[in-house]
T-cell receptor, first 114, second 115 residues
Framework: DQQVKQNSPSLSVQEGRISILNCDYT??????FLWYKKYPAEGPTFLIS?????DKNEDGRFTVFLNKSAKHLSLHIVPSQPGDSAVYFC?????????????FGGGTRLMVKP | DTGVSQNPRHKITKRGQNVTFRCDPI?????LYWYRQTLGQGPEFLTY????????KSRLLSDRFSAERPKGSFSTLEIQRTEQGDSAMYLC?????????????FGPGTRLTVT
């Protein structure tokens, strides 16, 4: 049972345009959501997060939106740059989870074309 | 702060052999996690330590897997009698109890190939 899903395995956008990566979850106990970026041969790197008490969090070019009623979150990257090309993972955690373990989606490969 | 380090980065072993991986977390982090990632999937939780105590184990962690964190510093993950299905990237992450957020910081991983 996949509790966190990223339904688009890949996304291609032009440099300078907006990239929108989507994530859906099923467990209503999740109360914290994170996005990680992963380059080949490296571990995931934390990007941005959002608590369930908020519906938006912004950090520079990156904004995460949370729609609790739809159990959906999205990551917006504006403007997209070629260096943003990577695999992006959505992750979720619940206070009830032991040690705040993270449940990850399957990832979306973003390709930003110059 | 040198980040989370993992050794070795790559390991090729024959089926049936034992392997051990090491993780050195960020020095002030008291929580340490092991995850496994297979091709095309996101990382999956295996186990976690708070200081030296192993507090949670996933059902993914079969009896052939054992993890330790002596003295609450580095951690080791051992796989006995490896099987081809154990081939994966093994990721270690750490976090601090002092921070309110749930962010975990990952190492580069150990890629295991079982032939």
């Amino acid at each position: 049972d996949q509790q966190v899903k990223q339904n688009s395995p890949s996304l291609s956008v032009q440099e300078g345009r907006i990239s929108i990566l989507n994530c859906d979850y099923t467990n209503s106990m999740f109360d914290y959501f994170l996005w990680y970026k992963k380059y080949p041969a490296e571990g995931p790197t934390f990007l941005i997060s959002i608590s369930s008490i908020k519906d938006k969090n912004e950090d520079g070019r990156f904004t995460v939106f949370l729609n609790k009623s739809a159990k959906h979150l999205s990551l917006h990257i504006v403007p997209s740059q070629p260096g943003d090309s990577a695999v992006y993972f959505c992750a979720a955690s619940a206070r009830e989870n032991a040690g705040n373990m993270l449940t990850f989606g399957g990832g979306t490969r973003l390709m930003v074309k110059p | 702060d040198t980040g989370v380090s993992q050794n070795p980065r790559h390991k090729i072993t024959k089926r049936g052999q034992n392997v051990t991986f090491r993780c050195d977390p960020i020095s002030e982090h008291n929580r340490l996690y092991w995850y496994r990632q297979t091709l095309g999937q996101g990382p999956e939780f295996l186990t976690y330590f708070q200081n030296e105590a192993q507090l949670e184990k996933s059902r993914l962690l079969s009896d052939r897997f054992s993890a330790e964190r002596p003295k609450g510093s580095f951690s080791t993950l051992e796989i006995q009698r490896t099987e081809q299905g154990d081939s994966a990237m093994y990721l270690c992450a750490s976090s601090s109890l002092r921070t309110v957020s749930y962010e975990q910081y990952f190492g580069p991983g150990t890629r295991l190939t079982v032939t």
